[in-house]
């Protein structure tokens, strides 16, 4: 809790928590670079499960750059929320599942990227793996996003000077 009440001590926690605009633009980054990341790796998952069969595997490559823009607005801007309120995220356990199922569910979308559109590109079959692996992404990115949105009401502490309160 000391390195948490030092963070809050800081001039960006201070900032974030204190200026009228900051942690609603910080919210507001956070929610788009979400959506593009979770947005991709979900239209990657669902295509690779079949549905929009008519459309060609190798054009949701494309999704890609959004996906890794959407990581990068949702790190910077996700870093900054946790500057703000350190000990509210870090001593809820809600935050650390809504990471492994991200993370996770960004690591099977890279592995179906790197093994089944090379299929997809020479018209090969996808292999069944392929499918598992974007149901279980799909299930990872919707958990993650579940994960996310209860962060608002399964913290028990606010700030590092709290008595936890189970």
Same mark, same amino acid.
């Given at each position: %809790?000391? +390195?948490?009440? =030092? ?14 605009? +900051? ?7 956070? +929610? ?10 979900? $239209? ?12 060609? %595997? ?6 890609? @750059?959004? %996906?890794?823009?959407? $990581?990068?607005? +949702? ?12 000990? &509210? ?20 979308? =890279? ?8 299929? $997809?590109?020479?018209?090969? @079959?996808?292999?069944?793996?392929? &499918? =598992? ?30 008595? =936890?309160?189970?």
């Amino acid at each position: %809790m000391e +390195a948490l009440g =030092w963070i809050e001590q800081t001039r960006l926690s201070a900032f974030v928590r204190e200026d009228f605009y +900051a942690y609603f633009i910080l919210l507001i980054v956070h +929610a788009w670079g979400m959506a593009f990341l979770v947005g991709g790796g979900v $239209a990657v998952s669902l295509r690779v499960l079949g549905v929009a069969s008519g459309a060609r %595997m190798e054009r949701f490559a494309a999704v890609f @750059p959004f %996906m890794g823009l959407g $990581a990068a607005m +949702a790190i910077v801007s996700g870093l900054g929320l946790l500057a703000g309120y350190p000990a &509210k995220a870090l001593t809820n356990w809600v935050f650390a599942l809504k990471f492994l199922c991200l993370i996770s569910a960004a690591l099977l979308i =890279w592995r179906i990227a790197r093994d089944a559109f090379p299929l $997809a590109a020479r018209g090969e @079959p996808l292999p069944r793996r392929a &499918k =598992w692996l974007a149901a279980a992404a799909l299930a990872l990115w919707l958990g993650g996003v579940a994960c996310g949105k209860l962060l608002l009401y399964t913290n028990h502490v606010l700030f590092s000077t709290d008595r =936890w309160v189970p």
